[in-house]
């Protein structure tokens, strides 16, 4: 049963002309108890309310980030298709010619005949996380 209905049955029957003075007391406080149990359910209902708005908001940012996340990855393998050859951005590059990878990748101009030539370019910034 609603509260409310439950509430008015009560204040209908401690104003019945046959109840008590102890009854109208006993019926007050359980109207009052009602009253806030009302309150209660309301605040309880709101913060509910609250958190699912706020939960969709939220997702719909996570949404938003999530596909401009994607965005910056693509360009970002853009740029390194790119900058892919070009010696002063490879981790191994040497600023002396013919050292380390330096000494057998295709890019090195260079670099010593009748050797094995390998693309040993590697991006030297940040690491996919």
Do not use: P
Not at 25 to 32: G, K, L, N, S, T
């Amino acid at each position: 049963m609603d509260i409310e209905i439950l509430a008015n049955r009560l204040l209908e029957y401690a104003l019945n002309e046959n109840a008590t003075e102890y009854d109208r007391q006993v019926m007050a406080d359980a109207v009052h108890e009602l009253g806030r149990l009302l309150a209660e359910k309301n605040l309880a209902e709101n913060r509910a309310e609250r958190r699912r708005k706020d939960n969709a908001a939220l997702k719909a940012e996570n949404e938003k980030l999530r596909a401009k996340l994607e965005q910056v990855k693509a360009e970002r393998d853009m740029a390194l298709e790119y900058l892919h050859g070009i010696c002063s951005a490879c981790k191994n590059n040497s600023h002396y010619h013919n050292r380390g990878k330096c000494r057998f990748c295709v890019y090195e101009l260079a670099k010593e005949k009748d050797v094995e030539v390998n693309d040993n370019w590697e991006w030297s910034g940040q690491k996919e996380d």
